[in-house]
């Protein structure tokens, strides 16, 4: 791991998101609506970006361009989350979903195209894998999609360019930004938007303002914001091209062992395959050597 810092900070987002992921619906399922666990997750960000800004001594890059990269890197994030609770009110949750799990793909062809990344065969295959697998996690049979018509469909493509996209620029910002400064932006983007997530909230119906409502979403967020902060910095040690797939596999592998194993759920065999894909992926992914600094130059030229 010492050689590869990438790896570990990778397999703590993997780790944490899997956790996160278990359990994030438990505060919907208890009456405490989605659009007020995101303004619960925008606050859980806070303390993670206090820890980072602290490890290098509060320094906060502010020029232009750090607070351009940071803004809009926290605006794909958080705008994609607005414009995907907009998608699930108007489409199937079955068919959303898998589009939107495929947002790896966009970081990992600007990252091919525009950053020249390459990785060895073990990696390249991993990738695939790890990319067959995504939608195959969220797919579930439903009624037909013509019934809900065509209006979920662009705001899903909308999701899946806005997740890729700001995968993409979290790598290029950590070229000239630190990872703390990148997080603090993405922080304070986040907290920018609660007031868009208030408006869409309805609060006519009854809201459960208990212990296992915001509270509960507390606990279970700052497991993704903790995850976010990683990530940030897995991408400034590793390329895109394999930071995004492994992350984005390995989290919902995780996520369906553990709902498999303390939820007491039953997978369906289109889940089952993309846990099989995704633990070949992410073995992949994690044992593919190193390029030699030399090697790397070489190719490059």
């Not at 009624?143 to 018509?149: D, M, N, R, T």
């Not at 400064?181 to 909230?201: D, N, Q």
Request: net charge neutral; glycine share 10%.
């Amino acid at each position: 791991m010492r050689s590869r810092p990438w790896l570990a900070y990778a397999l703590v987002t993997t780790g944490f998101w899997g956790v996160w992921g278990a359990f994030t619906d438990l505060p919907a399922e208890h009456g405490f609506p989605e659009t007020l666990i995101y303004a619960v997750w925008a606050l859980t960000m806070i303390p993670p970006a206090l820890y980072g800004l602290g490890r290098v001594g509060w320094r906060l890059q502010h020029n232009a361009r750090s607070v351009c990269y940071g803004a809009l890197i926290g605006l794909l994030g958080a705008g994609g989350q607005m414009l995907l609770f907009h998608a699930v009110r108007t489409g199937p949750a079955y068919l959303i979903f898998p589009v939107i799990s495929l947002s790896p793909v966009v970081t990992v062809v600007l990252s091919l195209v525009l950053l020249h990344e390459r990785t060895g065969k073990l990696g390249t295959l991993g990738i695939v894998l790890a990319l067959c697998s995504l939608p195959l996690f969220d797919y579930a049979g439903g009624a037909s999609a013509a019934a809900y018509g065509e209006l979920w469909f662009l705001p899903a493509l909308g999701v899946l360019a806005a997740w890729g996209l700001q995968a993409f620029l979290m790598k290029l910002a950590n070229a000239t930004m630190d990872a703390e400064s990148i997080f603090f932006y993405m922080t304070v983007s986040g907290l920018l938007l609660i007031p868009v997530a208030l408006a869409m909230t309805d609060f006519s119906v009854p809201i459960n303002w208990g212990a296992d409502g915001p509270y509960l979403a507390a606990a279970i967020q700052i497991l993704n914001s903790i995850g976010a902060l990683t990530l940030v910095y897995a991408f400034r040690y590793g390329k895109a091209i394999v930071v995004s797939p492994l992350t984005n596999a390995g989290a919902p592998l995780i996520t369906a062992v553990l709902s498999i194993l303390l939820l007491g759920t039953t997978p369906t065999t289109t889940k089952v395959v993309g846990i099989a894909l995704a633990l070949v992926a992410a073995v992949f992914l994690a044992i593919e050597p190193e390029p030699s600094p030399a090697a790397s130059a070489a190719a490059h030229t």
